[in-house]
């Protein structure tokens, strides 16, 4: 009996009568989970479910794994084309043909009149990759802006710039195998059981069998914290400072692996001189770890016979994300902790897919970790694709955070929107919405229609959603894994891949440069660029018959892989294992990086931190769980953890409304009580429209471009409970 009850009503499991699985990777985080959907006799999709074969999940997944069957058929999805001449005005339906040739006829007349240039073109991380090379060739082929970018630059782009200014290159170098094998994890602002459950479980499955120390490094106290050795509850923003510090320890003490960095390192004098300055002494009263801490774990991690060091959003949106990714890659290399099992710098990717755009959308550069600066490089792609190399333009243009401004300065009177949703996603979204008005022409491709930066569009693309479509996703530890098509395209909706095929016939190099009619054509047109003695991302051994084998493979797996042991579906675990890098001198270069404050800080009228991340239930703007009936009533309504001294403090009740204020905005959210955040901090998950965003700063970082969405100060105010109970309401129906 429980709590008084006679009868317990018993667990049952529904019977589902699936008839077929179609093998699939998980279209969610960068994780890389294998999946397989189960169809009934009628062809619909009725359940999903881990592949137990998959080296990545091994039969495991999260709940939104779980539920993602439920996608085909959620509300909001966009049935058809559609176009109006003012975003004030209402829709009228349209046919394919008829939108496709307006959108081509409006980029042109923008381009004829304001330059190349003045039409931008934002992608994500969520689509398949060969739609990502697909879009490339499109934009730097045949529309010809530089200025084209992916939502990435939100998430991941200080870990790019991190890893290049480093090693020379994009590219983890490590993979999840090493949890196996490392002798110490530090992990910088990264909350694996909630942002990725399944990396989690293999860190812990790891740690359970062989037992090593885990020392979590984040303000808050997260679930990962909870679960780590040593938790070190750092002053936002200054994780810089403290791995200074600890360097300067690990120099000072002779625990440097110095035999390596002689041979494979540039900078080691400069490094050894700046660490010098950061006594943790010193150090101490900045990052707010007090110094026998800070030598404590500097020993801990330098002693170790293998250390490694995962990072996620925490590290990467700061205005000293890509510092604070290079000073990750300077803790391993100065104790020679690359290229190792169980010793690597491992960025953890957020979005699916962020890490096949990073390799070939053409966003920064050209398909294939080509760069636009380099002038053979432009040449191999025109000569690939038939055109002249004139066409591309010597260097990148702006980023996603630079063409926002750019809007608003008349530089960019057009604007193409894929799967990415700014109106929830940018920082500062309040002046994002007026930003998006001054448009002249804006697209948006989406598989929702009621997607909130749709209220703005002047023409909508119907996109098919992720198994509706065919093609290729690379995790976070380089693992290209395939999506098998299990649906048709929903309504009169079409996959990406399609969308952007027939937009380049409609400009001249369209005509000229070949757009394979299937995803499996682009991809071999990939396998064959990425061909290259010297290249690292070489998947030129790969098919998609050999993907769905081995439930993924890791770049770089070449074609001489392949003919040497056709039976081994296997690439390279790890990436740097010879030593040798991507620079000019093959050597990694250390990054001297010294520690600038240009944070906000709380002060006697903003007098919180406000820190934000993800929580298990919802992935990005909610566009996809937040119609997930078992993701969104776990989390559905926009919320703040707050201590609960600093609220007795205020006269603030658990699970009463608040209003939050910032310099540029504000919000309402209701308050959970805990001891997770210290008394000058207030914590909210990013999900939700017109919340958290309405508060952040947006400071950029001056190598990635990408906003500091974790560091900003605010204040708690009162607020009508009634009203805020009916926007509460209103808000939990999506």
Not at 20 to 29: A, G, I, P, R, V
Not at 234 to 239: A, N, R, V
Not at 335 to 342: A, E, S, Y
Request: with cysteine.
């Amino acid at each position: 009996m429980i709590f008084g009850r006679k009868k317990r009503k018993p667990i049952t499991i529904p019977q589902k009568q699936v008839a077929q699985w179609k093998y699939s990777t998980c279209n969610y985080c960068s994780t890389g989970c294998s999946i397989e959907l189960g169809l009934n006799d009628e062809g619909k999709v009725i359940t999903s479910r881990g592949h137990a074969g998959a080296d990545v999940n091994r039969g495991k997944l999260c709940i939104k794994g779980l539920m993602e069957h439920e996608l085909f058929n959620s509300a909001g999805r966009g049935t058809q084309p559609l176009m109006r001449d003012r975003h004030h005005e209402a829709f009228v339906p349209a046919s394919w043909d008829s939108a496709l040739d307006h959108t081509a006829d409006k980029i042109k007349e923008i381009q004829d009149k304001y330059g190349r240039d003045s039409f931008a073109v934002v992608s994500t991380g969520q689509l398949l990759t060969e739609e990502f090379y697909t879009l490339g060739k499109l934009v730097r082929g045949c529309i010809g802006t530089n200025n084209y970018d992916g939502n990435t630059t939100l998430c991941m782009a200080s870990a790019v710039s991190g890893y290049k200014r480093s090693f020379g290159s994009d590219g983890p170098p490590g993979c999840y195998d090493d949890f196996e094998h490392t002798d110490c994890l530090m992990a910088f602002g990264s909350n694996l059981p909630e942002q990725h459950p399944i990396i989690y479980w293999r860190l812990k499955e790891a740690r359970e069998k062989r037992s090593f120390p885990l020392i979590v490094v984040d303000p808050r106290v997260t679930m990962l914290a909870q679960f780590a050795d040593i938790h070190l509850p750092i002053t936002p923003g200054t994780d810089c400072v403290l791995i200074n510090s600890m360097m300067h320890v690990i120099f000072k003490e002779g625990l440097e692996d110095r035999e390596y960095l002689e041979a494979h390192t540039n900078g080691l004098a400069e490094l050894e001189a700046l660490v010098k300055e950061y006594d943790p002494v010193t150090a101490q009263h900045v990052c707010g770890i007090d110094e026998d801490t800070i030598r404590h774990v500097a020993r801990i991690y330098a002693n170790a016979g293998a250390a490694m060091g995962i990072w996620t959003m925490g590290i990467n949106q700061s205005t000293h994300g890509s510092d604070g990714v290079a000073n990750i890659n300077n803790l391993n290399l100065v104790t020679g902790n690359i290229g190792k099992p169980g010793g690597t710098s491992l960025s953890i990717t957020g979005q699916c897919n962020a890490m096949g755009t990073r390799e070939w959308s053409s966003c920064s550069g050209l398909p294939g970790y080509r760069q636009l600066e380099n002038e053979q490089h432009r040449q191999e792609i025109a000569d690939y694709w038939g055109i002249d190399a004139e066409f591309f333009p010597d260097k990148r243009g702006m980023a996603q955070t630079d063409i926002f401004p750019a809007i608003e300065t008349g530089q960019i009177k057009g604007l193409w929107l894929v799967a990415t949703n700014p109106m929830t996603s940018m920082p500062n979204t309040s002046r994002i919405r007026k930003t998006l008005e001054k448009l002249d022409f804006l697209v948006v491709q989406d598989c929702y229609e009621d997607v909130e930066t749709n209220q703005y569009s002047h023409v909508y693309f119907p996109a098919s959603v992720w198994a509706e479509k065919e093609g290729c996703h690379t995790n976070t530890e380089r693992r290209v894994n395939l999506t098998r098509n299990a649906l048709p395209a929903y309504a009169d909706s079409k996959p990406d891949f399609w969308i952007f095929n027939q937009m380049a016939r409609r400009f001249d190099n369209g005509r000229v440069i070949r757009f394979p009619e299937t995803a499996e054509g682009a991809f071999n047109e990939m396998r064959e660029l990425s061909k290259g003695e010297e290249r690292i991302l070489d998947i030129s051994g790969m098919t998609y018959d050999k993907l769905e084998a081995a439930r993924g493979i890791q770049w770089p797996y070449r074609e001489s892989d392949a003919n040497e042991a056709p039976s081994e579906l296997k690439g390279d675990q790890r990436l740097y294992t010879d030593g040798k890098f991507q620079t000019p001198n093959g050597k990694a270069n250390l990054i001297s990086v010294d520690f600038v404050d240009n944070n906000e800080r709380p002060d006697e009228h903003y007098p919180f931190w406000m820190n934000s991340g993800r929580v298990v239930e919802h992935f990005h703007t909610r566009t996809r769980t937040g119609k997930i009936g078992n993701c969104n009533k776990f989390s559905p309504t926009p919320y703040m953890e707050m201590n609960p001294d600093s609220a007795e403090a205020l006269g603030i009740e658990h699970q009463s409304y608040v209003r939050l204020a910032s310099r540029r905005g504000d919000a309402v959210v209701m308050v959970q009580l805990t001891q997770r955040v210290p008394r000058n901090m207030v914590f909210i998950p990013f999900h939700f429209h017109d919340c958290v965003n309405r508060l952040t700063l947006g400071l950029l970082d001056p190598y990635s471009r990408q906003p500091a969405f974790k560091q900003c100060a605010v204040r708690v105010e009162p607020v009508d409970q009634l009203e805020a109970a009916r926007l509460n309401a209103e808000r939990r129906a999506f």
